[in-house]
């Protein structure tokens, strides 16, 4: 059973109403933006070269695990439950106490920033898609721990002449150095391509945030006084050095809260993770 946007009511008023239906190809995707950072990596063998939330990356398993960031991804989760259940009324199905939801990768793509995505409203939404369609890129893993909001993926573009964060050298782990007062800063595609805001030329590209440190770190999370919306999940949090310090992946009214730099060194080096070649077996239980 897939779940996605009534395709036929979209072509006939650009309607974007949420369906289930047997066939896929009645149904146009969901799609969810968020931001990421390139990085440097030095493995032969490990092609990972991008760092998001896991949310942003496989959103099936924010709604298999409901943990959702924002009241607004809870009711937009909530609506596709609500769905399956009355498919199984219509289809005269047995209520499926184990529901699980696995994303179909129909459109894995990645925006480097440079490439501004331009906010067209009268774009129908097959063009919309073929515009994101900028590189390929793959999610590769994700950290099984639920506290630890981390993806990494693998894209295919040439980052020869683009800026990556070095894991040696712009990284800092250390949570002692931490503290309140210290000023900081988050980097990303805050409101992502659905804002409806613009730049001069009516484009969208990256915007930076300053604030401060506003609690001491626990082991799990950073926060800090930085308003954010959606799409500035999985932005970077540098200190006032400019060291990476946090992945952003969620809000707290007025507040920012990040996953600490440490985790993604993690899941970048495999330890505790999830692959997505092994995932449907790990996640979902099939």
């Known amino acids: 059973m897939f779940v996605g946007f009534d395709k036929d009511l979209y072509q006939r008023d650009q309607t974007l109403k949420e369906a289930i239906n047997i066939d896929q190809n009645k149904l146009l995707p969901f799609f969810i933006t968020g931001s990421g950072f390139l990085f440097k990596n030095n493995s032969v063998t490990d092609q990972a070269n991008l760092a998001t939330n896991r949310h942003v990356a496989d959103p099936s398993w924010v709604i298999n695990k ?19 259940d009355d498919a199984e009324k219509f289809y005269n199905l047995p209520k499926n106490q184990n529901r699980q939801f696995i994303t179909h990768s129909y459109i894995t ?35 099984k721990d639920g506290n630890v909001d981390i993806a990494v993926l693998r894209t295919d573009i040439q980052t020869s ?18 503290n309140v007062g210290d000023n900081t800063s988050i980097l990303g595609y805050s409101g992502g ?47 006032k050095s400019g060291k ?29 993770v999830v692959n997505s070649s092994d995932s449907n077996q790990l996640e979902y239980g099939n």
């Open 66 to 84: 409901r943990q959702y960031n924002s009241e607004e991804e809870k009711l937009f989760y909530e609506d596709i439950r609500s769905l399956m």
């Open 109 to 143: 793509k990645f925006i480097p920033s440079g490439s501004l995505f331009p906010l067209n409203k009268n774009m129908t939404y097959q063009e919309l898609l073929s515009k994101l369609g900028v590189s390929n890129c793959q999610t590769l893993r994700w950290s």
């Open 161 to 178: 002449d683009l800026y990556m964060v070095d894991l040696v050298n712009d990284v800092n782990v250390k949570m002692e150095c931490i």
């Open 193 to 239: 391509i659905t804002s409806g805001y613009s730049y001069d030329r009516g484009d969208i590209d990256y915007q930076m945030s300053i604030g401060t440190i506003s609690k001491s770190p626990s082991n799990f999370e950073i926060t800090y006084d930085i308003p954010t919306t959606s799409g500035s999940s999985g932005s970077p949090i540098f200190d």
């Open 244 to 272: 990476l310090i946090a992945i952003h992946f969620a809000r707290q009214e007025l507040k920012g809260l990040g996953i600490p730099a440490k985790y993604l060194l993690d899941v970048i080096n495999l330890v505790n």
